[in-house]
């Protein structure tokens, strides 16, 4: 399974990006897709994550932040609106096919290069 993310890019406080992770090899719809963040200095952050079609998001996001997946691409893309400044991290894509804690970056067995957003004040 190889993942690439895309999307980054630097914006404004208050601004909107989508970013995207395109899944290639052997990987299904059963997968949980997901995406962490990491701000210099801190610990790898839960972002959101597609659980059997529903979204899960972090506590810092939740109400700003959707996920779409497009199974037919292989695709999952977080559209993050209202973006603040402490948004500022490499955001990471990652998948899984195993059971376990999907808000923990340890469950993840595949990840993507990362891809960084930028948030200006």
């Known amino acids: 399974v190889q993942l690439q993310a895309s999307g980054g890019g630097s914006v404004q406080s208050g601004d909107s990006l989508r970013l995207s992770c395109a899944a290639s090899?052997?990987?299904?719809?059963?997968?949980?897709m997901a995406w962490f963040r990491q701000a210099p200095g801190k610990e790898r952050e839960f972002v959101s994550a597609?659980?059997?079609?529903?979204?899960y998001f972090g506590n810092s996001v939740n109400g700003r932040f959707t996920i779409s997946r497009d199974n037919a691409k292989n695709t999952v893309s977080p559209r993050m609106t209202s973006l603040k400044p402490e948004d500022t991290a490499v955001y990471y894509c990652a998948a899984t096919d195993s059971l376990g804690n999907y808000y923990s970056w340890r469950t993840y067995e595949y990840w993507g290069q990362g891809t960084q957003v930028t948030v200006s004040s």
């Open positions: 090899g052997r990987i299904s719809s059963e997968y949980v």
């Open positions: 597609l659980i059997r079609g529903a979204g």
